[in-house]
């Protein structure tokens, strides 16, 4: 059948949607379809409205799967399940009813996953599908390479023994980011040269204005690093780019004013490559305090855009001496609450 060009909405799943998304999961696929392939009806979770009620968190997850269905005219014809895996989002699940597939529908579910996935800056959409003890694939193989998914390797696990002997996972990843693969981890003393590398570029402490007064000044560079790596209040990750350091990231305490804020810093050569956004969005899922804070120089766009793609919104302005420029400057205030953070 064509693509169906009516609107298809994503949205959180309820409890109330109990029955439709039973109803999605019951019809897409027939139990002679599944075998071999997968677990039988009689043990799967979404099968059942019992069984899915009683494993119901609200508002909307099963386990550690977040369950959001689609709706085609204000009528639910399916649903996907997702589990954060840290810098990769799984998408464990994809139902579309029976009367709804062929039209296009799973595919604008599918981009919906992975837009949000970008969004909240991760590197990849991941998943798994399965090979069947004849060696023969899923049906939907084809149509995720289709989409862009790439095989990561092939298993045998505790899903494909459930299964029966001889099946295997099919694991699947389609790169979101192809400037690279970025991690946080804990600051490293070999990290610190980098770091100071980069508080010497004249240009980025223009931008970051609220700067050491001598850049240059190694000691000074190193007691100021030595406090905050002893100070309890303070989380700083180093941001890695295919092993690679290319900036810090973290949240602290301010004293002064009383609230946690964050902080970046990303070398120049990697700017406009959405690095600072992605490692934000990594640290946000880390430090869960809220509300958060962030001061960003009032003519840095860059800055501002890259707190505001993370949830921030602003909610005042001040001003302050900039030592990177020599003068005071005017700064905006940005807040984070827990209702915007990342996903």
């Known amino acids: 059948m064509p693509t169906d060009s009516r609107e298809i909405r994503v949205r959180p799943a309820t409890r ?4 439709e998304i039973v109803a999605a999961e019951t019809t897409a696929v027939s139990e002679d379809e599944v075998a071999g392939f997968g677990t ?6 979404f099968a059942d409205a019992e069984r899915l009620s009683f494993a119901w968190k609200d508002p909307n997850r099963v386990g550690d799967e977040e369950v959001l269905v689609a709706e085609l005219d204000g009528r639910i014809v399916g649903y996907v399940t997702l589990e954060d895996r840290g810098s990769d989002l799984e998408l464990v699940d994809l139902e579309i009813a029976r009367e ?15 837009e949000r996935a970008r969004k909240d800056g991760r590197d990849a959409v ?18 995720w390479r289709r989409l862009g998914y790439h095989v990561t390797n092939e298993e045998e696990n505790a899903w494909t023994r459930r299964i029966g002997p001889g099946a295997r996972e099919i694991r699947m990843r389609k790169d979101l980011r192809p400037e690279g693969r970025l991690e946080l981890r804990a600051v490293q003393a070999e990290d610190l040269d980098v770091f100071f590398e980069m508080q010497r570029d004249p240009l980025a402490s223009r931008m970051a204005a609220f700067t050491a007064k001598d850049p240059s000044d190694r000691e000074a560079f190193r007691e100021h690093w030595d406090r905050i790596l002893a100070d309890d209040r303070v989380t700083m990750r180093t941001v890695l780019v295919d092993g690679r350091a290319v900036g810090d990231v973290g949240s ?5 004013l009383g609230r946690p ?10 700017w406009g490559r959405g690095l600072a956004t992605r490692a934000l969005a990594a640290l946000l899922r880390q430090v869960t305090t809220r509300p958060l804070y962030a001061r960003a120089a009032a003519d840095n766009a860059a800055s501002i855009r890259v ?9 005042g302005k001040g001003r302050g001496f900039a030592n990177a420029r020599g003068e005071e400057t005017e ?3 940005l807040r984070l609450d827990a209702r915007e953070t990342p996903r």
């Open 100 to 114: 709804h597939q062929r039209r296009g529908i799973g595919t604008r579910v599918v981009a919906f996953v992975e």
């Open 40 to 45: 039988p009806r009689s043990t799967q979770t």
């Open 331 to 333: 700064e905006v205030v």
């Open 307 to 315: 707190l505001e793609k993370c949830g921030f919104v602003p909610v």
């Open 16 to 19: 109330g949607d109990i029955p």
């Open 126 to 143: 991941t998943l798994g599908t399965s090979r069947n003890a004849a060696g023969v694939p899923w049906s939907s193989f084809p149509w």
């Open 252 to 256: 602290f305490f301010d004293p002064e």
């Open 261 to 270: 804020e964050v902080t970046y810093w990303i070398e120049r050569e990697h």
